[in-house]
């Protein structure tokens, strides 16, 4: 059956890393892979064109989409306006309208780039990690929230730490499912020491392993350890599975034990196994126009995409050997780009990826 792409170029490098992706996914569609190609505005762009940065005809699409492929959004240009149309708020709505629960984040090092690393290339060379991150619910959803004034009047800031099992079973299958495509090892990161929440997120995640994914061996740790293990000896862990908050943190740090924002993707996921892919970076409003962007981490989250929503794993794993190729090959971006090595720009890149392919 056909499979339907929604492609949301978005602000800043947005258009210029998703034309290269778009490039990888045209090479596979005249081999036989059956997609149609929708494409639509969101963020600044979306703004700009009609006043909003989620337009319904963009979300109409979406909703009909098999798997979403965005570049990034954001930009000064649309920093002073109202929060609510501000261009996040584009990415924020198509999350919470599509409810995309689990936040696949990889943090993967290609040992070509283990110098461009802060740790020590033996520590994080041959890195790879999922982590499986919470993504519409737990404090930064919870109710109440807000600021007070309390009767001495001083102020009060409060949120609310929520998770109903139903949210922490779907997180925890979400994973498990991942895990069972990987090494079969999952840790939960919790602070059920400290927090009641959590506890519950402990027990229901041990009862869901237990007894829907008996092969899954699961380890429990407390978040501030997780954060000090993945400095300390990360290719210890498989995949991770996390609250809303704690993989917020935890997936912003394991990237950064990779050196490059370039070169990760992610995903969104659904329960219907809808997706939206979209590499960890934002629009980079800095380097935008100049054709200089690493294609990457965007071309590495269409292989997500045939992972995870399209059903095509063989297709993923070549364009991720054809990425391996072209970094043994020499080539880099300059945000990659070490002594001895071919510097290319962004078309250049991308034009490397479908050749490999
Ligand atoms: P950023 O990720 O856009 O850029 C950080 C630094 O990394 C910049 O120096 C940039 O040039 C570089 N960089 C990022 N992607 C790169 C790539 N593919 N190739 C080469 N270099 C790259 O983060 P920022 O500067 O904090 O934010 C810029 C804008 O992006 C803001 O408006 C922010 O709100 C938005 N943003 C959007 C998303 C998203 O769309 N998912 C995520 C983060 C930030």
Redesign the pocket.
């Known amino acids: 059956m056909t499979k339907r792409i929604l492609v949301l170029p978005?602000?800043?490098?947005?258009p210029e890393?998703v034309a290269e992706a778009v490039k990888v996914l045209d090479k596979l569609a005249g081999e036989g892979l059956d997609i149609e190609m929708d494409e639509g505005l969101v963020?600044g762009a979306a703004y700009d064109a009609v006043g909003t940065p989620l337009p319904e005809a963009t979300l109409d699409m979406a909703r009909e989409a098999d798997g979403i492929l965005?570049?990034?959004?954001?930009?000064?240009k649309?920093?002073s306006l109202d929060i609510a149309v501000r261009?996040?708020k584009g990415?924020l709505g198509l999350r919470a309208e599509l409810g995309l629960f689990s936040n696949l984040r990889p943090a993967v090092l290609a040992p070509q780039l283990a110098d461009a690393s802060s740790l020590k290339p033996e520590i994080v060379s041959g890195l790879d990690i999922m982590i499986v991150r919470e993504l519409t619910g737990g404090i930064y959803f919870g109710q109440p929230r807000g600021i007070r004034t309390l009767e001495n009047g001083e102020r009060q800031g409060f949120n609310t730490l929520v998770y109903a099992e139903h949210e922490i079973e779907r997180i925890v299958r979400s994973a498990c499912d991942i895990a069972m495509k990987r090494g079969k090892k999952l840790c939960s990161v919790d602070k059920a020491n400290v927090l009641e929440c959590t506890e519950l997120w402990r027990e229901v995640a041990t009862r869901v392993v237990e007894q829907e994914y008996p092969e899954i061996e699961l380890s429990h740790m407390y978040v501030d350890n997780a954060a000090m293990q993945l400095v300390k000896w990360p290719k210890q862990f498989d995949v991770m599975v996390t609250t809303n908050m704690f993989g917020d943190i935890l997936s912003d740090c394991a990237a950064m034990l990779t050196g490059s924002?370039?070169m990760l993707g992610s995903a969104s996921l659904n329960e219907k196994g809808q997706g939206m892919y979209?590499?960890?970076?934002?629009?980079?409003?800095?380097?935008a126009g100049q054709g200089?962007?690493?294609?990457?981490?965007?071309i590495l989250s269409v292989a997500m995409m045939l992972r995870y929503s399209l059903d095509q794993p063989a297709m993923a794993d070549r364009i991720e050997g054809a990425v391996n190729k072209v970094l043994d090959d020499g080539l880099r971006?300059?945000?990659i780009m070490s002594d001895g090595m071919t510097e290319v720009n962004?078309e250049a890149m991308g034009d490397a990826v479908v050749a490999a392919l």
């Open positions: 978005g602000d800043g490098i947005g890393i963020g965005l570049g990034a959004v954001g930009g000064h649309w920093e261009p996040e990415l924002i370039g979209e590499p960890i970076h934002g629009s980079a409003p800095d380097i200089i962007a690493n294609p990457l981490a965007t971006t300059p945000d962004c």
